[in-house]
């Protein structure tokens, strides 16, 4: 038996933090010890690790928000991959701050059938896995008050907390059980993060000897007797001798331990290198140091080095430090897809930063100390030990990390771009040159003559994806810069994020921060830190992860740049969301209250530079219903008994309840009139519309509309009609029509038509599905809108009237009324439900009276509703003029230049089929075998290639639906979801080319 260690994630600008995963290659079990930041899952699939067989999670340092914001995505990615059994470890003295973490997730996550075990270790408290031991350490900060003030009861709150946790991820369901009735008990306000960094010695167990037949046989021994000296059994034999197993058995091999190290903070650093380590192993055969960057360049540290020299200088150490290991590129398949659009669309598509070289070079800093012939190396991803029993039980299999150079890069562009013969291409030192941008230095003086128009704003679009991240697509993240220009000439731009899925921070950065620092700016770029000050206004559509994971390492970065200000120069950060999300942000603050002042980005939550509005505040049926909250119940009032069984009290939203505030947020953000409705997706989901202005001299305005993720409905056109961009979803082809009316999304027609129906001027379509790899063909798109523009009067058509709309029945109140065939009680709140879950038999029916594939054009408008609106002759005009995208990550849009895409379609057409051959072969074969195992350690089996193939054709026919609930027999309730947004459960299995 032998063990794999891989590193994953050195710290860079996208992937903050580091993990190992310890694999045992004869059973393929796996164990991660480290932390799981944002991209973490993503990154797992660019270097083709399978999370599925993940088994345990040991988490590192201390709990932030920043260390574990990949968490929630990458349990529901296990648990829609099958996994049935997840291990979380954390040593926090059995203070339930991690039942805590994950109890503050109960609005968007739930998974049935997934028994996730949270243990809160003690110090020096060891977990027998039965593979591995695994021995916490707990090393507590230099001013550690935190157990002095904690004035609640422990073990109540952990009872509670556990019972949150099982009603989130619960193994058996009672049929009454509603998840949603856990979202009416706060959680407690007082709970402290005790601020123990988690440390982990690992042993595996040891290997018995071999047993020695021929010894065994030579003393007298029987074949019945071999059984009980192999399991450590001494035997009698006939004539009275006894034989002991070490007679017959070699030696016990031994494993070396594995000693993770991670130094948080400042506050821990003294205490960790004082800690006596030898204690607990006298054979480590590696060390890993995970050291945050707020620790100023640790091996200049003379504690540090003397420190490092106590361990063996056969001991192999890694160091995980930023300034350590290079800026690296973490998803190189989405990267080099984003090189192949830039030589062709440059103003698109930006050179997104990276380095390949660290900032400090470690042997460097190690010449001439004690040390300099130390097995000391950075951590780089991909880094690969083999462990195995015995003295000689430690084999580099790879010592420099798997990352790509600047050579394969300009590989690609020789091999693949280069040959094909395109028009216009960027020639090679274009291609690897750096974009400059403007810096809104916010200043008169600095505008000269220029006057601002609507073809100013700017869209950057940092994720297409729908469900969950894939190595060609992140998760769905946008934002709108809006231009102003006051009567005094004076511009300036003010941005506003419409969603933002896992890692929309890291993808900010890797766009803007140019690797200029300034000590004036905090030590963030110039550039970096004028787009993230610019974000004025966060827009949630909904409550499903894949749509809002991102937005709380944005706002913590927001705040700390805001914090760096005097106070009287802070500005607040509108936030227009479902009012659960208020309600996480609030909650997730909490974790990291004994963090504040820490110099590392990210640590904190500062709520009173935030302003909160429910979306519903902005919703047009004001006259009619409006989803209410739910009156929250004191966690301290609850029995453990009752949790997940009290009744839910709403609490209307009235209009104008916040006059005042949201006066405040239209002056300061210029808008002249901001909408929502609801879409037909799930419970609290919205789409909106948004008109600023955006120059105060020619009265000059821009009308945005964003879909969200949505059935398309009439009302969303009649709040968005003459928009001038309309960002719309397009999960699916037409021809899956019947499963985007079962997910509750957006086919290209559907969403083609709301813009047709809007009278907008430009769409851009996004939220793909993760089944299409390549997106192409705009032509076809183009095509539609010509068709659209010549449509006839239908023989059937039906008046423009939103009553018309089946999408979501709403009614007139929320008072109790009487289903008259049943006699049941129902609210009106409990109708919506109804109609517009994600999954069960309703939906079923539904797709059975409504849908069915399409088998040519005139079915498809039969099937989907929005046909059914008659488009009048201006609309019809208009789509003749309309310009539209198809949207890429990490592209950025000038409003003035969305017509280029369909130019170079024009242009280039079939050649750009042959640009993207590699990424399509590549994903087609991202699901074979990781590695085998050795084989003399695997059994032969006959079976065994069959079984590959039957997994393999499993995975490829199972895109995770994670956006409703799982697919088993779960209660119906549409606002607990998963990883984000699923769209699909692909019966398709072909990895294939969208032709749109």
């Known amino acids: 038996m032998s063990f794999e260690l891989q590193a994953l994630g050195h710290p860079t600008s996208d992937l903050k933090n580091s993990c190992i995963f310890l694999r045992n290659r004869l059973t393929g079990k796996r164990y991660a010890f480290g932390h799981i930041p944002e991209g973490f899952q993503r990154k797992c699939n660019d270097s083709k690790i399978k999370v599925s067989k993940t088994e345990n999670v040991f988490l590192t340092g201390n709990l932030s928000w920043d260390s574990i914001n990949g968490l929630p995505g990458f349990i529901l990615t296990v648990s829609d991959q099958g996994l049935k059994e997840l291990g979380l470890f954390h040593c926090s003295d059995k203070n339930p701050i991690l039942e805590y973490v994950i109890s503050c997730w109960r609005y968007f996550v739930y998974r049935f059938g997934l028994n996730l075990n949270v243990q809160s270790l003690s110090n020096e408290e060891i977990f027998d896995s039965g593979e591995i031991l695994v021995q916490s350490i707990g090393i507590k900060p230099d001013d550690d008050t935190h157990d002095k003030q904690i004035d609640y009861d422990k073990e109540t709150y952990y009872l509670k907390l556990k019972k949150f946790v099982s009603l989130i991820f619960p193994i058996k369901v009672q049929p009454d059980y509603q998840s949603k009735t856990i979202t009416n008990i706060e959680l407690p306000k007082d709970i402290k993060n005790v601020n123990i960094s988690s440390n982990y010695i690992i042993t595996p167990k040891s290997v018995r000897g071999k047993f020695i037949v021929e010894k065994a046989k030579e003393l007298g021994c029987q074949v019945p007797h071999f059984k009980k000296l192999c399991n450590n059994e001494s035997v009698t034999l006939d004539n009275g001798t006894i034989i002991t197993p070490e007679q017959v058995l070699e030696p016990t091999r031994k494993f070396k331990s594995v000693l993770i190290i991670d130094i948080p903070t400042v506050e821990h650093f003294r205490n960790t290198l004082n800690f006596n380590w030898d ?53 190189d398949l989405s990267f080099k897809l984003g090189l192949k659009w830039r030589s062709l669309l440059k103003d698109y598509f930006p050179l997104i930063n990276f380095n390949n070289e660290p900032k400090i070079n470690i042997n460097e800093l190690i010449k001439d100390t004690k040390i300099e012939n130390y097995k000391i190396f950075p951590f780089i991803t991909g880094q690969e030990l083999l462990l195995k029993s015995g003295d000689d039980g430690l084999t580099i299999n790879d010592i420099n990390g798997k990352f790509e150079t600047m050579k394969d890069y300009e590989k690609v562009y020789d091999d693949e771009i280069k040959k094909i013969g395109f028009t216009k291409i960027l020639s090679k030192e274009e291609l690897f040159t750096k974009d400059e941008y403007e810096i809104n230095e916010d200043s008169s003086e600095n505008c000269g003559n220029r006057v601002i128009t609507k073809d100013d704003v700017e869209t950057v679009v940092l994720g297409t994806g729908s469900a969950l991240p894939s190595r060609l697509r992140n998760v769905l993240s946008n934002i709108v810069r809006i231009p102003h220009q006051s009567s005094d000439g004076k511009i300036e731009y003010k941005s506003i994020v419409l969603d933002g899925g896992e890692n929309t921070l890291g993808s900010i950065i890797r766009l803007f921060d140019d690797n200029e620092y300034s000590n004036e700016s905090g030590g963030y770029s110039k550039l970096l830190k004028s787009r993230i000050e610019e974000i004025k206004l966060v827009y949630l559509s909904h409550l499903h992860a894949d749509h809002h994971i991102g937005l709380g390492s944005l706002i913590s970065e927001w705040c700390k740049l805001q914090l760096l200000k005097p106070e009287d120069q802070r500005e607040k950060l509108y936030l227009v969301t479902p009012w659960q999300f208020e309600k996480f942000l609030k909650e997730l603050s909490i974790i990291n209250n004994s963090n504040i002042g820490s110099k590392s980005r990210g640590n904190f939550i500062d709520m009173g530079l935030i302003e909160y509005f429910s979306c519903d505040e902005f919703n047009l049926r004001y006259n009619d219903m409006i989803l209410p909250e739910m009156e929250q119940v004191k966690f301290d009032d609850v029995r453990i008994e009752d949790i997940g069984k009290i009744k839910n009290k709403p609490i209307l939203v009235k209009q104008n309840d916040n006059y005042e505030r949201i006066n405040k947020m239209i002056q300061d953000l210029h808008i002249l009139k901001f909408e929502t409705c609801y879409a037909h997706h799930c419970e609290y989901s919205y789409s909106c519309s948004i008109t600023f202005n955006i120059n105060d001299n020619s ?28 960002i719309h979803e397009s999960t699916l082809d037409d021809v899956l029509i019947k499963d985007a009316i079962g997910k509750c999304h957006s086919t290209t027609s559907e969403a083609i038509r709301v813009g047709a129906l809007m009278n907008c001027r430009k769409i851009i379509l996004t939220h793909f599905s993760q089944r299409y790899r390549i997106i192409s063909e705009p032509n076809v798109i183009y095509g539609r809108l010509i068709e659209m523009s010549q449509e006839g009067k239908r023989d059937n058509d039906v008046q423009a009237d939103e009553n018309i709309d089946k999408d979501i029945i709403m009614t007139d109140s929320v008072s109790n009324t009487t289903n008259n065939s049943s006699g049941e009680t129902t609210t009106a709140i409990d109708k919506l439900n109804d109609i517009a879950i994600d999954d069960g038999e309703k939906i079923k029916v539904r797709e059975t009276s409504e849908s069915m594939m399409v088998k040519d054009r005139k079915t498809f408008e039969e099937k989907s509703s929005i046909f059914r609106h008659e488009l009048t002759d201006g609309m019809k005009e208009n789509c003749l003029k309309m310009e539209l995208i198809t949207a890429y990550d990490n592209m950025i849009i000038k409003y003035r230049d969305m017509n280029k895409q369909k130019e170079l379609f024009e242009l280039e057409g079939d050649k750009l089929n042959l640009l993207f051959e590699n990424e399509t072969k590549e ?18 089996n006959p079976k065994k290639e069959s079984k590959k193939k039957n997994k393999k054709n499993k995975k490829l026919s199972n895109i995770n639906d994670n956006e409703g609930n799982s697919k088993k027999n779960v209660p119906n309730d549409s606002t607990n979801n998963g990883n984000g947004g699923s769209d699909e459960n692909d019966s398709d299995s072909s990895l294939k080319k969208r032709k749109l």
């Open 699 to 726: 009265n000059e305005n821009f009308k945005i509309s964003y879909s969200g993720d949505t059935r398309p409905t009439f009302r969303f056109t009649k709040i968005g009609f003459n928009s001038d961009l309309l």
């Open 923 to 940: 994903m087609e074969n991202e699901n074979e075998e990781e590695g085998e195992d050795e084989v003399n350690e695997v059994v032969d």
């Open 279 to 331: 204690k607990y192993s006298d054979n480590y055969g590696v060390i890993y140091y995970f050291i945050n960057e707020s620790i100023e360049n640790p091996l200049k540290n003379k504690e540090f080095i003397e420190f490092l020299s106590k361990f063996d200088s056969k001991v192999m150490q890694f160091i995980s430090y930023k300034d350590y290991v290079p800026n690296s590129i973490n998803y």
